[in-house]
């Protein structure tokens, strides 16, 4: 008969999450082969949906150029729906990563949408709430819930397009010195920006997926002030000064190589001086968990014998 004792359990336990340590260790090199598949399924996507629509507009002669924000008919909807307000949900709604041409009118309707939900939600509860609640407080709960349906989407896709802006400025850097060596060495800036983005599709997909769609868009589409125009609003913060750099060098017939070049050590201060932002907001940060968590411990450790030696004196 199995005889399950004290040691047989700390036994299995410490396999267990020698188990589980392994795994969250051996994970992320498990999942490189992933990350790569992936990119290179969203950039084919990407490639066929822009071959599909140079296709349709080679077969609709007279029609306006195609290029990367105007080859989208659900786009178009949109725009003469919602104007002005309907170009900033979608650049907003890029750069939290969903690229689907049909969400800016979901993320309209949702506006629409939710506080009547919302609404009729709170309604059904005060109907059924045994106590009487007064007027105003009534008509203070429907407007607080009105608001809330309206901002709540906003504020949702806003997180995480700041917290992928974030996560893309800091793996840019890197990935524009890889740039420049390339272009210093001779290659194209399409052909660059490809082999930067395959470079990188490990350790920073994200960055990867973008650059992947800017190089498919600046071979297939005739209008690569657009296409960096359109990378600038994806990505944001330094892609925005990238595609900016790009777009003068081009309009202005200075060197590419030139221009990734000052921008490079444009981001390298930026990142220098962040770096010493944060250093000197420390010490301020740590004063409090320092009061809170540090000093009490210390006095204990310090007087607490001395504080046993006086109790048992007297």
């Known amino acids: 008969m199995f005889e399950l004792t004290s040691d047989t359990v700390i036994v299995f336990i410490s396999a267990i999450f020698a188990a589980i340590s392994f795994a969250a260790f051996a994970f992320p090199f498990l999942q490189r082969g992933d990350q790569k598949e992936r990119y290179k399924s969203v950039i084919e996507k990407k490639r066929k949906a822009l071959f599909e629509a140079s296709k349709e507009e080679l077969n609709n002669r007279g029609a306006v150029n195609v290029s990367a924000k105007d080859s989208m008919a659900s786009f178009f909807k949109m725009q003469r729906l919602a104007g002005d307000y309907g170009e900033k949900v979608r650049v907003m709604l890029l750069q939290a ?10 993320y309209i ?12 939600f709170a309604m059904i509860i005060i109907s059924a709430s045994h106590k009487e609640i007064a007027p105003a407080v009534t008509i203070l709960i429907l407007g607080f819930a009105a608001v809330m349906g309206f901002f709540l989407p906003r504020i949702l896709v806003k997180n995480t397009a700041i917290k992928r802006i974030e996560d893309l400025s800091l793996q840019f850097p890197d990935a524009l010195d890889m740039m420049l060596i390339c272009v210093q060495g001779g290659i194209g800036l399409e052909q660059t920006v490809d082999r930067v983005a395959m470079e990188i599709a490990e350790h920073s997909p994200t960055l990867a997926q973008e650059l992947g769609i800017l190089s498919a868009e600046m071979a297939m589409l005739s209008d690569r002030r657009g296409a960096l125009s359109e990378f600038g609003k994806r990505v944001g913060g330094h892609g925005k000064s990238f595609a900016t750099a790009l777009i003068q060098a081009e309009q202005y017939g200075t060197s590419v190589s030139q221009a990734l070049r000052v921008l490079a050590d444009e981001l390298r201060d930026i990142r220098m001086a962040n770096a010493e932002q944060k250093a000197a907001a420390l010490p301020p940060k740590l004063t409090v968990p320092m009061i809170l968590f540090f000093l009490p411990a210390l006095f204990i450790v310090i007087l607490g014998p001395s504080g046993i030696r006086m109790a048992e004196t007297f």
């Open 97 to 106: 990563g969903n690229r689907d041409p049909k969400a800016p009118m979901k």
């Open 109 to 120: 309707m949702t506006q629409i949408l939710l506080p009547i939900f919302l609404v009729g």
